[in-house]
């Protein structure tokens, strides 16, 4: 099991950047998948971002890919993501999420993560 922490999120006009954090806890961060998933208000979650467990690989959801950019750092057990020309659309609840065995097919799922972070609040004014 590891816990997850996020941190970072805010008020921000179009346009505007914003970097999420989600920092874990335990020795064995560096053998876990990540994702980032966000659900804004009457909408389902969704997947956003994932990063495999040597930061080698990333997956973005169509509607942030060229805008966001999700990193690790195993050694400081963190993942963020920079969210960059922010858009209201991108208002949510942002949540990391940790699975420690995920296959290519489920990595967008959200049933694949068993680790959740308790969620950061993104607003994106127009």
């Known amino acids: 099991q590891v816990q997850l922490v996020e941190s970072g999120g805010g008020l921000v006009q179009a346009g505007d950047s914003l970097r999420l954090s989600c920092a874990a806890s335990g020795r064995t961060f560096r053998s876990y998948d990540m994702a980032w998933f966000r659900q804004a208000p009457g909408s389902e979650r969704e997947f956003v971002a994932a990063?495999?467990?040597?930061?080698?690989?990333?997956y973005y959801a169509d509607s942030v890919k060229g805008r966001f950019t999700m990193f690790r750092d195993n050694a400081k057990a963190t993942v963020s993501l920079q969210m960059n020309s922010l858009k209201p659309e991108d208002t949510a609840v942002y949540y990391c999420?940790?699975?420690?065995?995920?296959?290519?097919?489920?990595?967008?799922?959200?049933?694949?993560?068993?680790?959740w972070g308790q969620g950061t609040q993104v607003t994106v004014s127009s």
């Open positions: 999420a940790a699975s420690s065995s995920t296959i290519l097919s489920s990595i967008r799922r959200s049933e694949s993560y068993s680790n």
């Open positions: 990063i495999r467990k040597n930061g080698g690989v990333t």
